[in-house]
């Protein structure tokens, strides 16, 4: 059964019955260099020890092997960091990290160099600063917040922050990256969603892998953020043994349209350091995607993307279907002519 309180330590999770005894030593190890936390909410959704929800949150000895192509950064972000809590890789939006805490860590996780450990909020200062980079540059259109996960932060803490973003003229539009609304639903309150509640729209971005992650208390967390008039995407990680497959993810994306989110991107996995064990092939990835189209309704298709290593951004790198030689390729494998032959022709 899940307790009252996040499952932080190796033997929690033995006393769990999540890992077994002769892998103590080993989580330990792994636990020593990346940050572990499985919420209530979360633990309430394994049934069983290497179901798709237990192999996002539950770590394993795999990650303490690294493969030479995997990074410490893999998307590139520290390049593009003017000033602590900021990435600006794109012209025209910045990242703001003013958390680098999660109530989940994710075992896959492109940031779990950096997440858990050390300070874990933006100091007074470093956030004045990060506010006064995005005054400087009238270029940012949209700021978008992410972290560690943003909606840990109280509404007290995050309505200056917000407050201060909708004074500036040049910034319209606001988003969120967060996995709250799915892996600790009971922060998502009336309180917070009056604090997201201002001219400057806002839109969340919800992470989900499995629509085995999706219980009550999501549901009820995305029908207040739904209801509440703030737009709903998704971002999904395309990850081996937990949605690899076309079953997974038509489910996973008719689950969340049928609670009013959008599926948004499809990640192929970052080179993270210890995480090779998850990812697929980009064939394997676009094989996928492929057995969407037609499959389920527009409306269910995310776009498959590509977060190139070294900061240069993402690409879709999705099937094409257009063959280059006059040719089209329907969602059913049937080859047509384009524009179609004629009797005249």
Known sequence: MAG?????????LLAQHLIQEDQVAAITDVAKRYALSI?????SRI??????????FVPTEDELTSLPEEREDPIGDDPFTPVKGVTHRYPDRVLLKPVLVCPVYCRFCFRREVVGPGDSMLKESQLAAALDYIRSHPE???VIFTGGDPFIMSPDRLRPILRALDGIEHV?????HTRVPVVDPDRVTEDLVEALTMDTPVWVVVHTNHSQEIGDGARRALRLLAGSGIPLVSQTVLLKGVNDNPEALEDLFRTLIVNRVKPYYLHHGD?????SHFRTTITEGQALARSLRGRVSGLCQPTYVLDIPGGHGKVPIGPTYLNGNGTVTDPWGITHTYPPKTTED
């Open 4 to 12: 009252s309180r996040p499952i932080r330590t190796p033997k929690e």
């Open 39 to 43: 919420t209530p909410a979360m633990r």
């Open 47 to 56: 049934v069983e020890l290497d179901d798709p929800v237990a192999r996002q």
């Open 140 to 142: 940012i259109w949209e």
């Open 172 to 176: 319209k539009v606001i988003r969120f």
């Open 271 to 275: 080179l993270a350091v210890g995480t």
